[in-house]
């Protein structure tokens, strides 16, 4: 089945403990992109990769780093969580970096930093 | 820039009836597609509709609808004879040719009321 996965769904941290969200997509799709969710902001891209070893910023990248090392893992790193950065995180692919791409979205990643 | 606003952030309205959700949006990009996104309860995205600047052709699908009108930057959404299965927060998008970014709207949560 073609999908888009992350893990973990649900996350718990406390301030300042390095955590990874992790993301693979089975499409063979080029692009990728991690979006933040907030109440009242809608999705906000964070960092996008139009292919491997290239990595671009979104709107909101301050906090976070990103590696593409592989077509299908794209994972979210953030080395110092702050609260802040609770929220809900999005994985999305799509089969190139073209305007006309249908985004394909994960199930989310609820992280919440105490 | 790219920008697009939901004004509505909330909308109710009793099964059956039918309601329009709008979206405008600005852009510099002769060249652009918009998209309207659901997001259920369950939390995941799903695609709804994918469209070009350059068809302004409205679309139907179902008890779904939607509307582009580029002389006044609006694709608005409308749903006919709505269910309680409709109940989710829908988000519209945009992303002109030359941009590599989706920019979502805020979204509008809409209640199906039995």
């Known amino acids: 089945e073609a999908q888009v996965t992350q893990n973990p769904r649900y996350l718990i941290t406390v301030t300042g403990k390095k955590l990874t969200v992790t993301c693979s997509q089975n499409m063979n799709h080029e692009y990728m992109s991690w979006y933040r969710q907030d109440p009242g902001l809608g999705l906000r891209q964070i960092y996008y990769s139009m292919n491997v070893e290239v990595t671009d910023k979104g709107d909101v990248p301050e906090g976070y780093k990103v590696s593409r090392k592989e077509k299908r893992n794209f994972p979210l790193i953030l080395e110092s969580p702050s609260p802040n950065q609770t929220s809900l995180y999005f994985c999305a692919s799509s089969l190139s970096g073209r305007p006309a791409d249908e985004q394909y979205f994960g199930p989310g990643t609820r992280l919440t930093v105490t | 820039a790219q920008k697009v606003t939901q004004a509505q952030t909330e909308i109710s309205v009793v099964e059956k009836e039918d309601v329009t959700l709008d979206c405008v949006y600005e852009t510099r990009d002769t060249t652009y597609y918009l998209f309207w996104y659901k997001q259920p309860p369950s939390g995941e995205l799903v695609f709804l509709i994918r469209r070009n600047s350059f068809d302004e052709q409205n679309e139907i699908s179902g008890r779904y609808s939607w509307n582009f009108q580029k002389s006044t930057s609006s694709f608005n959404f409308t749903i006919t004879a709505s269910q309680v299965v409709d109940s989710a927060v829908y988000f519209c998008?945009?992303?002109?040719?030359?941009?590599?970014?989706?920019?979502f709207g805020t979204g509008t949560r809409l209640t199906i009321i039995p």
């Open positions: 998008a945009l992303r002109g040719f030359g941009n590599e970014k989706l920019t």
